[in-house]
């Protein structure tokens, strides 16, 4: 799966460092392939019933109540979750795109921006399926591709620079470890795609 999160890699990396990082990448990815790939099977794991939704699966496995109980409340977090995280990011990235292109115009709040791409997310909610917005995930792979492209091709261009500090920029331990937890942060959700896996 490949989103947004990826734009945070190059950050987390940097709080990381080379080996950790790596490491952390490589593991993040078997966990991810393994974790898809059960839910895949158990997708059709009952003869003639598919499980197309999370609560589903959990009735299933837990029982009709308990089911519900212990899987809509975590899916209800983390749907949440990622909807805010993308409605600011997106927000922020429409304003620093009108800012760029229009640097004369008059400045316009941040929250105006989250609300734009809020609604633009509303509308696309009540498409019926994924199969209805197929243009704006193709769209959204070319981007995703296009950026990360990018990122490393810059970087690569750039080369190591004489005057830049490669090294961990905070500047205690405590400081340090704080940033790779963050950073720790930043590759989970880079691996997202367990939340429309089923459904997909």
Request: hydrophobic share 50%; aromatic share 12%; net charge neutral.
């Amino acid at each position: 799966m490949v989103g947004a999160g990826v734009l945070g890699l190059p950050y987390a990396m940097s709080n990381l460092g080379w080996g950790p990082g790596a490491t952390v990448l490589v593991i993040s990815w078997i966990v991810t392939l393994y974790t898809l790939w059960q839910m895949v099977e158990m997708h059709e794991m009952v003869p003639g019933k598919r499980f197309d939704r999370y609560h589903e699966l959990g009735q299933h496995a837990f029982g009709e109540k308990l089911g519900l109980w212990i899987v809509v409340p975590q899916q209800l977090i983390v749907e949440v979750g990622v909807d805010i995280v993308y409605m600011v990011t997106g927000g922020k990235s429409l304003k620093k795109f009108h800012d760029l292109v229009c640097q004369d115009c008059k400045d316009i709040k941040l929250t105006y921006f989250i609300m734009i791409f809020a609604s633009a997310h509303f509308v696309l909610s009540h498409f019926r399926n994924f199969n209805s917005i197929c243009g704006v995930s193709l769209a959204a792979a070319v981007m995703s591709l296009s950026y990360s492209t990018i990122a490393w091709g810059a970087a690569v261009d750039k080369g190591v620079q004489p005057d830049v500090q490669y090294g961990y920029k905070a500047k205690s331990a405590a400081g340090t470890m704080l940033n790779f937890f963050a950073a720790l942060g930043n590759v989970a959700f880079a691996y997202a795609g367990h939340n429309v896996v089923l459904e997909i």
